[in-house]
C-alpha cells in the first residue's frame, strides 16, 4: 500500500501529535504552521512550544508555505481550534484540492452561529468528503507513541473505514463510524462537562456530587445528541463516554484544569486553551433551541459569565423539581 500524502493544518499540541502519529503509521505527512519557528522545529523532530521534551518522527515535513503543503496532498486534518477553523478556511479552502477527504479534529461548536464544524466546514468545502477524529486522546500521549484509541467519522462509511486504516499504528488504533454528528456533539460537549468536573473538584464538593455530575452530564449530552439525529450507541463511544471519563477525570485535562481554577477561585490568565469556555455558552442555547433540558451546560455557561457562583449554581441543580431518571 503506498502511502498517502497527508497534510496538517495547525502546528498546536494536537496537529503536532497526530502528524507524529500519521508518520508512525507510515504516511508522508506535512505539517503546515503559521509560525516558521514551529514549521522549523516540526523538520527537525521537536515542537519546543507546545510539546516541550517530546522528540517526533524526524521526517516530518514543517513548512509555513500553503501552497506547498497542499498541492498534490490526499488527506487534509484541520487542527486548529474550533473558534479558528472559519478563519483557516477562509484562507486556505481554495488551495485544498477538490475531492480530498478533509478531517476535522478540533472539538467544538463555533459559538458566533451554533454550527457543528462540518458546517462550518461544508460552507467552504462543497465537494470534499467530511470527516471527524475525536475520542480520549492527549496530545502529549499520542506524540510520545503511548497506546492511544480513537474514532474518525464520516457521511462515507468505506472512506471513514479506508481513513482508519490509514491512521492507525501499533500505537494509534483507530476505529470507523458513518455517525459523524454524534462523534461531533460528543467531542464538542465533553469540554463543558470537563470544566464542570474541575470546579466540582476546585470547590470541594466531594467525589459523590463529582460522579452525580458527569453521570448526569452524560445524560445531557445524549439527549441533545439525540435531538441532533446522533445515533445512542456513538456517544456510548469514544467520542462520549469515553472522552468523559478521560477529561472529566484528570488536571492533564485542559478544559478540567480550567474548571479547577474556577472552583479554587485562581486566575484564569494565561491558562492554555480550554475549549469548553467558548462552547458553554452556545451549547446552552442549541440545547434550549433544541427544546432539549440542559441543565448543567447552562449552569457551567452562566458560571462561565459570572452571572451565577459555583455554590449558587450548585443550590439550584439540587433544587430542581424531582423526577424519575430516566426523564
Ligand atoms: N491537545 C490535545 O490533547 C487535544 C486532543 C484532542 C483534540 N484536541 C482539539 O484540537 C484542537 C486544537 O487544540 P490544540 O491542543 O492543538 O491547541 P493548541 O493551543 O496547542 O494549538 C492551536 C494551534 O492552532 C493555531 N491556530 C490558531 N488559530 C489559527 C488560525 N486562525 N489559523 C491558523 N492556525 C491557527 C495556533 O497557532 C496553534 O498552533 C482543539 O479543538 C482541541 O480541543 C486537542
Ligand atoms: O486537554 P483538553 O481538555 O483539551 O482535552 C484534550 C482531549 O480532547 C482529550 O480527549
Same mark, same amino acid.
Given at each position: 500500500?503506498?502511502?498517502?500524502?497527508?497534510?496538517? *493544518?495547525?502546528?498546536?499540541?494536537?496537529?503536532?501529535?497526530?502528524?507524529?502519529?500519521? +508518520?508512525?503509521?507510515?504516511?508522508? &505527512?506535512?505539517?503546515?504552521?503559521?509560525?516558521?519557528?514551529?514549521?522549523?522545529?516540526?523538520?527537525?523532530?521537536?515542537?519546543?512550544?507546545?510539546?516541550?521534551?517530546?522528540?517526533?518522527?524526524?521526517?516530518?515535513?514543517?513548512?509555513?508555505?500553503?501552497?506547498?503543503?497542499?498541492?498534490?496532498?490526499d488527506?487534509?486534518?484541520?487542527?486548529?481550534?474550533?473558534?479558528?477553523?472559519r478563519?483557516?478556511?477562509?484562507?486556505?479552502?481554495?488551495?485544498?484540492?477538490?475531492? &480530498?477527504?478533509?478531517?476535522?479534529?478540533?472539538?467544538?461548536?463555533? +459559538?458566533?452561529?451554533?454550527?457543528?464544524?462540518?458546517?462550518?466546514?461544508?460552507?467552504?468545502?462543497?465537494?470534499?468528503?467530511?470527516?471527524?477524529?475525536?475520542?480520549?486522546?492527549?496530545?502529549?500521549?499520542?506524540?510520545?507513541?503511548?497506546?492511544?484509541?480513537?474514532?474518525?467519522?464520516?457521511?462515507?462509511?468505506?472512506?471513514?473505514?479506508?481513513?482508519?486504516?490509514?491512521?492507525?499504528?501499533?500505537?494509534?488504533?483507530?476505529?470507523?463510524?458513518?455517525? *459523524?454528528?454524534?462523534?461531533?456533539?460528543?467531542?464538542?460537549?465533553?469540554?463543558?462537562?470537563a470544566?464542570?468536573?474541575?470546579?466540582?473538584?476546585?470547590?470541594?464538593?466531594?467525589?459523590?456530587?463529582?460522579?452525580?455530575?458527569?453521570?448526569?452530564?452524560?445524560?445531557?449530552?445524549?439527549?441533545?445528541?439525540?435531538a441532533?439525529?446522533? +445515533?445512542?450507541?456513538?456517544?456510548?463511544?469514544?467520542?462520549?463516554?469515553g472522552?468523559?471519563?478521560?477529561?472529566?477525570?484528570? &488536571?492533564?485535562?485542559?478544559?478540567?484544569?480550567?474548571?479547577?481554577?474556577?472552583?479554587?477561585?485562581?486566575?484564569?490568565?494565561?491558562?492554555?486553551?480550554?475549549?469548553?469556555?467558548?462552547?458553554?455558552?452556545?451549547?446552552?442555547?442549541?440545547?434550549?433551541?433544541?427544546?432539549?433540558?440542559?441543565?448543567?451546560?447552562?449552569?457551567?455557561?452562566?458560571?462561565?459569565?459570572?452571572?451565577v457562583?459555583?455554590?449558587?449554581?450548585?443550590?439550584?441543580?439540587?433544587?430542581?423539581?424531582l423526577?424519575?431518571?430516566?426523564?
Amino acid at each position: 500500500m503506498n502511502p498517502w500524502r497527508i497534510t496538517v *493544518l495547525g502546528g498546536g499540541a494536537w496537529g503536532t501529535a497526530l502528524a507524529a502519529a500519521l +508518520r508512525r503509521a507510515s504516511q508522508q &505527512v506535512t505539517l503546515w504552521a503559521r509560525d516558521t519557528e514551529t514549521a522549523k522545529a516540526i523538520s527537525i523532530g521537536e515542537n519546543p512550544r507546545y510539546l516541550p521534551g517530546i522528540r517526533l518522527p524526524g521526517d516530518i515535513v514543517g513548512t509555513t508555505d500553503s501552497a506547498h503543503a497542499l498541492d498534490g496532498t490526499d488527506c487534509v486534518l484541520i487542527v486548529v481550534p474550533a473558534q479558528s477553523l472559519r478563519d483557516t478556511l477562509d484562507g486556505l479552502a481554495f488551495r485544498i484540492p477538490p475531492h &480530498v477527504p478533509v478531517v476535522l479534529c478540533a472539538k467544538g461548536i463555533e +459559538r458566533s452561529t451554533g454550527l457543528l464544524l462540518s458546517d462550518v466546514a461544508r460552507e467552504h468545502l462543497q465537494g470534499n468528503p467530511l470527516a471527524a477524529l475525536s475520542g480520549p486522546s492527549f496530545a502529549t500521549d499520542v506524540a510520545r507513541g503511548l497506546p492511544t484509541a480513537v474514532v474518525v467519522a464520516g457521511e462515507d462509511e468505506s472512506l471513514a473505514a479506508l481513513m482508519a486504516l490509514r491512521f492507525s499504528s501499533e500505537t494509534f488504533r483507530c476505529y470507523s463510524s458513518d455517525d *459523524l454528528t454524534g462523534v461531533e456533539i460528543g467531542g464538542a460537549l465533553k469540554n463543558v462537562f470537563a470544566i464542570a468536573a474541575g470546579a466540582v473538584t476546585g470547590a470541594n464538593l466531594g467525589a459523590s456530587a463529582q460522579a452525580a455530575m458527569v453521570t448526569r452530564g452524560f445524560v445531557e449530552l445524549r439527549r441533545i445528541a439525540a435531538a441532533f439525529g446522533a +445515533r445512542p450507541e456513538t456517544l456510548m463511544g469514544l467520542s462520549g463516554l469515553g472522552d468523559l471519563m478521560l477529561t472529566c477525570s484528570t &488536571v492533564q485535562s485542559r478544559n478540567f484544569a480550567y474548571g479547577l481554577a474556577l472552583g479554587r477561585g485562581e486566575s484564569l490568565d494565561n491558562l492554555p486553551l480550554a475549549e469548553g469556555v467558548a462552547t458553554a455558552g452556545i451549547a446552552a442555547k442549541v440545547a434550549a433551541d433544541h427544546g432539549v433540558e440542559a441543565p448543567i451546560i447552562s449552569a457551567v455557561a452562566q458560571i462561565l459569565k459570572r452571572t451565577v457562583t459555583i455554590q449558587e449554581a450548585v443550590q439550584q441543580l439540587m433544587n430542581r423539581p424531582l423526577k424519575t431518571e430516566s426523564e
